[in-house]
């Protein structure tokens, strides 16, 4: 069992940046590979990135790829998101989640732990 808290959303303007964390509890970090995903007023939740649990297999969605830069530290029990050159359809409720013992996918469906999101809002 893993426990995810997401931090770090909020309002930004067009072009500007933000960094989501996902701090996880319980279980040894380094058994999960971690995904992001998002998921916007009225549209389904739609992969954003994901990393194995040594880091070494990253996988991004086209949409973010060349913006959004994710990366982990299994001593603190941490994932990053590193959010740049955000845009407008980028807002909406961001989750992190954790697959045990497997490796990093784009199917939400694979991942058995969740956190309970943090907000970004993308606007002028």
């Known amino acids: 069992q893993v426990q995810l808290v997401e931090s770090g959303g909020g309002l930004v303007q067009p072009g500007g940046s933000l960094r989501l964390s996902c701090a996880a509890s319980?279980?040894?970090?380094?058994?999960?590979?971690m995904g992001w995903f998002r998921q916007a007023p009225g549209k389904e939740r739609e992969f954003v990135a994901s990393i194995s649990w040594s880091g070494t297999s990253i996988y991004y969605s086209d949409s973010i790829k060349g913006r959004f830069t994710l990366s982990r530290d299994n001593a603190k029990y941490t994932v990053y998101l590193l959010m740049n050159s955000l845009k407008p359809e980028d807002t909406a409720n961001y989750y992190c989640?954790?697959?045990?013992?497997?490796?990093?996918?784009?199917?939400?469906?694979?991942?058995?732990?969740w956190g309970q999101g943090t907000q970004v809002t993308v606007s002028s």
């Open positions: 989640a954790a697959r045990f013992l497997r490796g990093n996918t784009d199917d939400a469906s694979d991942y058995a732990y």
């Open positions: 319980g279980r040894t970090f380094s058994t999960y590979a």
